[in-house]
């Protein structure tokens, strides 16, 4: 008999997102149940947060001659035109702006976080177009942050499964009322019942050869999202890191910074095998807080000239910055020093990461529900803004806030015995040994090297080989999967079966939205239609799948504030 735990919110994910759904949920007199397939504040993309965004252009861009209106419409860039590529909900971005400049900043100084202040106590922000502040050195504001979310989690007494995957949605025929889980420390598998279920699983996966996903980041909320008919929208605008450390490959989550830089006004830059600058994010994308999308958009240029590759043969640097600054302010610094290098005078060989995902499943940004009664997301993982730790919080902010209220009015969630047992016979039936067979490790970097082959370069015929490909692992791979050891406790293959399944799904649903998508956009380039259309395609891409049939629709995205200058222009022209 399965243990059933009863909640009045289930939060799915420990990150940024998950956990402030998880705290405003229990600010509001909701009952929570947090589970985390890692550790709270320990695990997922949030640990990597650099810089955050500050919001409002710093003092040194407010004194040149630009008019109020020029101001507004260059603030609203940052979130709309350059960060999402007009794929996002305008309304929402104002909302997220008043919370970072009014919650945000404030929420973790009384947690603990040091923020730079002026003598008046106005925030520090870099001295950029694109401002930002830091933790503590840029690219560790991430540790920083969350281990004082963590630390708040645990000190108000939330009920917290640590190193537990879901590993499905329930639902009544209706709406979703809770989650099966696998504490694979101890091998115990049990249901949640809840009210209401928050996802908040992330927004970067590690589903190619190389990511700057973490191993236990498989995709599991867009797979469990797939299986119960949910809507996911914009999945093939899948962000990219161009500026990665190369080799050792284990490295490959070390990024070089290519953002505005604390404690100067230069950023770094990248040269191709010739030694020639191809991308500096202060002179080729100034508008950009996060300039990943033309940065590769970049490279793919030098690439095509034989100047550079896709791994490897171009180079990172800040030896035009003097040493002293970057060993203070970048925590890069200690890359170059790793490695016996001279930050002032080397570069580093670099190639190219899956980062962040800017679609997901399809939510109402306003209370941040999905197509599915029950069901709300928090962070990287809907499909309406990019992400960011700011962002993250935001949702999960509005996430809890909305789950709790629903959950006060919500009558007790009945689960089915039925879909309980049978999803209990589906994760025990991978808990099989034998020296024949496939390991679960083995399908699961067959799975990373399809989607590493599909690439940056997308067409149709290579969609449709993908579809082919990750076909065949699922026929004749998945059947076979066998593991070295039947142990319940602490049995990684076993979690590398149930993996396996979901990277299937989650790739499955990418490389359909991408076959839909008829243009060029962002970080996401079809050589077939090599053309940003805003006429046909400023849209949401929605996709679901309904007893194993595949649908598909599309939805134009408002443009109340600031709106796309060209109907259609050359996708190697524009600059979002």
Known sequence: MVDVIETDVLVIGGGAAGTNAALKAADRGAKVALVVKGLVGKSGCSIFASGIPFGTPTKEWLVQDTTPEERTRDRWGLMVRYYNHYLVDQDYCGRLEEFMRNEFFADFERLGVYWRRNDDGRLMAVASRTPTLVAHKQGTSGPVIMDKRRREILRRGIPVHEECAVTALLTDGERVVGATVLDYRRGKFFAIAAKCTILATGHSDYLATRSTGTREMSADGIAMAVRVGAELANLEIQWWHTSDVLEPKSWMRFHLYPNPLMG????????????????????????????????????????????????????????????????????????????????????????ITWHMRQGGINVNAERMETSLPGLYVAGGIGCHYLGGIGAVSFDGKVAGEAAAAAAHVDGRPALSEQAVAAEEKRVFGFLRAGADGVRPIQAKLRIREIMWELGYVKNEQKFHATLDALNSVRRQMVPRLTLQSTSRNWNTGWMDALDVCSMLDACEATVRSGLNRHESRGPFYREDYPYVDNENWLCRNIIRRVNGEWRSKTEPIPTPYLTPEKSREPFFEADY
């Open 264 to 351: 100067t006004k230069e950023t770094s830059r990248l040269y191709n095998s010739q030694g020639e600058i191809f991308f500096e994010q202060k002179t080729h994308s100034p508008g950009a807080v996060a300039p990943y999308y033309e940065q590769i958009r970049r490279l793919a240029r030098e690439v095509m000239a034989g100047k550079a590759r896709w791994d490897g043969g171009y180079y990172s640097g800040y030896d035009h910055i003097p040493s002293e600054i970057t060993n203070a302010y970048q925590h890069q610094a200690k890359v170059w020093s790793k490695l016996g290098l001279d930050i002032g005078k080397d570069r580093i060989e670099c190639g």
